[in-house]
Structures are given as C-alpha cells and as structure tokens.
C-alpha cells in the first residue's frame, strides 16, 4: 500500500521520508492539532509534552476512521520555538518511537512566529491512506 521513495544515491533521511507513494483508497486528513488535551487544557508549557499530546491527538482522530501510524503518508509540524525542539531532538525521536513505532512519513517541520492557541510550542498535522480492503 505505501512505498517509501529514495532517488538513487540520496544519504537516508533520519526521522521522515522523502517521499511516500501510496495506492489511494480513503484519505484522512487531520487539521492541526497542538498539545492540549480533550477538555483543551494544556498540561505544560513545554515542548515534549506537547508533542506527545499532539500526536495522541493525531492518533486518535485517525483512529475513528480505523487508521493508525502505518496509514500516515504525510505530516506537518509547526513549532515557535526553534531552541527548544532542538534542545528536545531525543526527547522527541523516543516519542516518535514510542507512539508511531519505525514509521516515517513524508515530512515537514516549519518554524513560524506563533500558533493560534496559547501557549501551544508545536503543532501537528496529517494526511493518511486507508487501503480500499479497509487493512
């Protein structure tokens, strides 16, 4: 269902692809989600925390459509706070792991001046694939 694309001589990405092909069937995509939990209280102000929650979030909005980390073939993250999410590169890779296994999709990171909810340091957004069999 999904094929993880390297050009021929490309040094391997380390934590995304750079690109993905994917055989469409559903298509989920997931708005921007920060690290607040359902009731949109943030627990911390820091960066870790935040992206553990925002990827449960991620998570569990797939999950109503039956997807999981395997179906997730492109991801955005935003982030305010540049020193912080490289102070925090290991505390975020062991998430990743944790949360998303080995899987890497497509992706991007950009660092923008600010984020819509308050004080939000990151904010993640998805597409995923569903096979047509629903696997």
């Known amino acids: 269902m999904m094929k993880t694309l390297l050009p021929e001589g490309w040094a391997a990405p380390i934590g995304y692809a750079n690109g993905i092909e994917v055989e469409a069937g559903r298509i989920v995509f997931v708005a921007g989600q920060v690290g607040w939990d359902a009731q949109q209280r943030f627990a911390s102000e ?3 925390p935040q992206f553990d929650q925002a990827l449960v979030n991620i998570l569990a909005v797939l999950a109503l ?3 999981g980390p395997r179906h997730i073939c492109r991801m955005t993250a935003y982030c305010c706070d540049k020193p912080a999410y ?3 590169r290991r505390d975020l890779g062991a998430i990743w792991k944790r949360r998303m296994g080995s899987h890497y999709p497509a992706m991007s990171m950009i660092f923008v001046a600010d ?3 308050h004080p939000a ?3 993640l957004e998805a597409t995923a694939v569903l096979p047509r069999s629903g696997g």
């Open 121 to 123: 340091k990151i904010e």
């Open 46 to 48: 820091d960066i870790v």
């Open 115 to 117: 984020l819509l909810d």
């Open 65 to 67: 459509s039956g997807a």
């Open 86 to 88: 490289m102070a925090a």
